[in-house]
C-alpha cells in the first residue's frame, strides 16, 4: 500500500503549494488593508469558516482523483453514523462534519479544515473496540471546532504569511498521508521555504485539549471514553526503538506516557461506561480486512477458523469470511453462509446487502433482485441496500427502475459525491440525458467546481426532451451557483463556502 500513498502524497504536494500561494495572497492584502487591531477570534481572522471549508474538500476532492478513499457505501454509511454521534455532542453549529475512510493499510487518521475528518483503514482494523475507534474520531473533531490550523497560522504571525500558508501545506499533507515529516519538509522546503520541523505539527496544547474536548464527546455521546488512551497506550506500545515502527498516526499526533495519564484522568472524572460494540463495528472491520487486501491474495484461505463457527460472537468472522470468499471468486460457497447470518439477524443490513452481492457475482441476477428488493422493503431508503438494488437493477435491465428507486433515496438523504456521480451514470443509462447532467453538476458542485458544475447544467439545457420543470430548476441553479463564482457579487464572503453543497441534492423530474 505505499506506493498509492506516495502517488497521492504527490498530487496534494501539487495541489497544495498552489493553495499556500493563493491562502497567503488575500490574506497578506488584507493585513496591509487592516489598521485598526483585531476584535473577536484570531483564528477566524486569519483564516474564516469558508476558508477552512474551500481548502478540505480541494484535498478530500485530491484524495478522491487519486483514488485514495474508499468508496464503499457499507463502510461510509457507518463511519459517518459514528462520526456524526459524537459530532452531535460538540455544542458547535459553525462546521458541518463530513467523515470518510482512506484506503491505506498505515495507521493514521487526520482533521482537515472545514469539517472533514478522516481515518485510514488499517486504523479502523486496528482498534480492538469501538470505543477505541471513537476515541480517534472524538480527538480529530476536537482538532475542527478548537480551529488548531487556523490558530497554528496565526501563531506564526503576520509578517510571514507566505510561509505560514506554506506550514498548512505541510500539515495537511503529513496529515493525510502519514509522510515522515523530514520527507515533507524536503519535498515542500524548496518551494515555500518553509520554517523548521516543529512549525508543521500540532503543539502540545492542541494535543491535549484535542484529548479533553474528546473524551467529553466520547462521554456524551454514550462511548467507553477510556477508548482514547487505551488505544494511544497500545499504538505507544507497538513501536520499538527504531523509527521506521512508529505508525503515521503518532507522527503526527505524539504520545507521551504524561499525556496518556493526564487523559485517563480526565476520564477517572468524567466516569468511565460500559459501552458495548455495535453490531456494524465488528462488520465494517471485517469488511475492510478483506478489502484492503491485494488482488493476487489467497483470500480462500482466510478465516479458516471461522469456516464452521455458529456463535453469535462468530459472525463478524463469518462475515468476513463469505466476503473473502467472493473475492477469491467463489460466491458460491459464501450465498450459504450469508443466508445463514441473516436469518438469524434479519434487523442486520449488512447481511442483506453482503447477501445480494453474492448472489449477483453468482450470476444468479434474479435472486439477488429478490434479497434486494425485500431488503428494501424492509429498510426503505438506507443506502447502502437502494444502491446495491440499483446495482443488480442494472444487470437486470430495469435502468429506469434503478433511477427511479435511487431519485426516491437522494431526494431524501443527501448523496456522497461518488453516489451523485453513480446516479448520473443511471440515469444516463436509461436515457435520462438532461437528469445526467444535472446529477454531474451536483456531483461538480460538492467537489467544489462550480463552473464545471454550471457547464453541466448548461448541457442539461441543450437536450431536446428537456421539460419546462426542468429547463427552470436547471436555470435557476445556475444563477444561485454563478453568484459564487468569483466575480459574482458575494465571491470575497462565499466563494467556495458551504452553501451550494450543502444544499444540492437530486431532485425527481
Same mark, same amino acid.
Given at each position: 500500500m505505499k506506493a498509492p500513498a506516495h502517488r497521492a502524497t504527490r498530487l496534494l504536494a501539487g495541489a497544495l503549494v498552489a493553495l499556500a500561494a493563493m491562502v497567503a495572497a488575500p490574506l497578506a492584502a488584507q493585513e496591509s488593508r487592516n489598521a485598526l487591531p483585531d476584535?473577536?477570534?484570531? $483564528?477566524?481572522?486569519?483564516?474564516?469558516?469558508?476558508?477552512?471549508?474551500?481548502?478540505?474538500?480541494?484535498?478530500?476532492?485530491?484524495?478522491?482523483?487519486?483514488?485514495?478513499?474508499?468508496?464503499?457505501?457499507?463502510?461510509?454509511?457507518?463511519?459517518?453514523?459514528?462520526?456524526?454521534?459524537? +459530532?452531535?455532542?460538540?455544542?458547535?453549529? +459553525?462546521h458541518r462534519f463530513t467523515f470518510f475512510v482512506v484506503r491505506d493499510a498505515g495507521i493514521n487518521a487526520f482533521a482537515l479544515p472545514g469539517g472533514f475528518i478522516g481515518i485510514n483503514a488499517g486504523l479502523l482494523t486496528a482498534t480492538r473496540n469501538e470505543s477505541e475507534l471513537a476515541g480517534v474520531l472524538a480527538h480529530e473533531i476536537a482538532h475542527v471546532t478548537q480551529r488548531h490550523i487556523a490558530r497554528s497560522i496565526q501563531a506564526a504571525g503576520r509578517a510571514n504569511m507566505?510561509?505560514?500558508?506554506?506550514?498548512? $501545506?505541510?500539515?495537511?499533507?503529513?496529515?493525510?498521508?502519514?509522510?515522515?515529516?523530514? $520527507?515533507?519538509?524536503?519535498?515542500?522546503?524548496? +518551494?515555500?521555504g518553509l520554517a523548521a520541523q516543529q512549525q508543521i505539527n500540532f503543539t502540545r496544547s492542541n494535543e491535549s485539549e484535542a484529548d479533553r474536548v474528546g473524551v467529553g464527546l466520547m462521554s456524551a455521546a454514550g462511548f467507553d471514553p477510556m477508548g482514547m488512551p487505551s488505544f494511544f497506550w497500545t499504538m505507544q506500545q507497538r513501536t520499538g526503538s527504531a523509527g521506521a515502527n512508529i505508525p503515521p498516526l503518532l507522527r503526527t499526533h505524539p504520545v507521551t506516557t504524561e499525556r496518556i495519564a493526564e487523559t485517563r484522568d480526565r476520564v477517572e472524572q468524567l466516569g468511565r461506561r460500559n459501552a458495548e460494540d455495535s453490531t456494524g463495528y465488528g462488520l465494517v472491520r471485517e469488511r475492510l480486512r478483506v478489502q484492503m487486501l491485494p488482488p493476487e491474495s489467497d483470500f480462500r484461505s482466510m478465516y479458516a477458523d471461522a469456516a464452521s463457527a455458529d456463535l453469535p460472537s462468530t459472525d463478524a468472522r463469518r462475515y468476513g469470511r463469505a466476503l473473502a470468499l467472493v473475492a477469491g471468486g467463489a460466491p458460491g460457497e459464501a450465498i450459504p453462509v450469508l443466508a445463514d447470518l441473516r436469518e438469524r439477524g434479519p434487523d442486520v443490513t449488512l447481511y442483506h446487502a453482503a447477501l445480494g452481492q453474492a448472489q449477483l457475482a453468482a450470476g444468479d441476477v434474479e435472486e439477488s433482485r429478490r434479497t434486494l428488493s425485500e431488503a428494501q422493503r424492509l429498510f426503505p431508503r438506507n443506502v447502502p441496500i437502494t444502491v446495491r438494488y440499483?446495482?443488480?437493477?442494472?444487470?437486470?435491465?430495469?435502468?429506469?427502475?434503478?433511477?427511479?428507486?435511487?431519485?426516491?433515496?437522494?431526494?431524501?438523504?443527501?448523496p456522497t459525491p461518488e453516489q451523485a456521480r453513480f446516479i448520473a451514470l443511471v440515469a444516463s443509462a436509461a436515457g435520462d440525458t438532461a437528469d445526467a447532467h444535472h446529477y454531474m453538476a451536483e456531483y461538480h458542485v460538492m467537489s467544489g467546481d462550480l463552473q464545471m458544475a454550471i457547464d453541466q447544467l448548461r448541457l442539461a439545457l441543450a437536450v431536446p426532451e428537456v421539460t419546462d420543470v426542468q429547463r427552470q430548476r436547471y436555470e435557476a441553479r445556475i444563477k444561485e451557483l454563478e453568484e459564487y463564482l468569483p466575480k459574482g457579487r458575494r465571491a470575497r464572503e462565499v466563494a467556495g463556502g458551504p452553501s451550494p453543497s450543502g444544499e444540492s441534492r437530486p431532485q425527481s423530474r
Open positions: 476584535i473577536g477570534s484570531p $483564528a477566524s481572522t486569519t483564516l474564516s469558516l469558508d476558508d477552512e471549508f474551500r481548502i478540505g474538500r480541494m484535498i478530500v476532492r485530491q484524495l478522491r482523483e487519486a483514488g485514495q478513499l474508499v468508496e464503499d457505501p457499507e463502510v461510509t454509511e457507518y463511519i459517518q453514523s459514528v462520526g456524526q454521534r459524537l +459530532a452531535s455532542h460538540a455544542h458547535e453549529g +459553525a507566505a510561509s505560514a500558508a506554506a506550514m498548512l $501545506a505541510a500539515v495537511l499533507i503529513g496529515a493525510t498521508t502519514g509522510m515522515p515529516a523530514d $520527507a515533507l519538509l524536503g519535498t515542500i522546503s524548496a +518551494a515555500q440499483a446495482e443488480t437493477l442494472m444487470r437486470t435491465g430495469e435502468k429506469k427502475l434503478a433511477h427511479e428507486v435511487l431519485l426516491d433515496l437522494f431526494n431524501n438523504v443527501m
